[in-house]
Nanobody, 123 residues
Framework: QVQLVESGGGLVQAGGSLRLSCVAS????????MGWFRQAPGKEREFVAT????????TIADSVKGRFTISRDRDKNTVYLQMASLKPEDTAVYYC????????????????WGQGTQVTVSS
């Protein structure tokens, strides 16, 4: 089994920055990719960013491109989401996910999920 634990969320003013972390554990942890999604109240879960675990290939959603970056530290089994120039519309619960699918944009492509961390951006 694989466990994912996110941290780093909080309240920040518009224009500020946050870094989310996701630590993975479990004997069977061997993903093809890790991803970040977010879900605002009343909205569907939305793709934010993904990185392949081995090669580090990155895809970023257009809505956050140029403001968010994703990275991973394989030695620490950790994936990061660095968020800058935050906007009130970035307010959501952010989820870390892991999976072995070649597809990356749908939540259905990921088998494991963290519990989520709240990010609130005030105007």
């Amino acid at each position: 089994q694989v466990q994912l634990v996110e941290s780093g969320g909080g309240l920040v003013q518009a224009g500020g920055s946050l870094r989310l972390s996701c630590v993975a554990s479990g004997r069977t942890f061997n993903p093809y990719r890790m991803g970040w999604f977010r879900q605002a109240p009343g909205k569907e879960r939305e793709f934010v960013a993904t990185i392949t675990w081995s090669g580090g290939s990155i895809t970023i959603a257009d809505s956050v491109k140029g403001r968010f970056t994703i990275s991973r530290d394989r030695d620490k089994n950790t994936v990061y989401l660095q968020m800058a120039s935050l906007k009130p519309e970035d307010t959501a619960v952010y989820y870390c996910a892991a999976g072995r699918s070649l597809a990356w944009g749908s939540p259905n492509s990921y088998a494991y999920w963290g519990q989520g961390t709240q990010v609130t951006v005030s105007s």
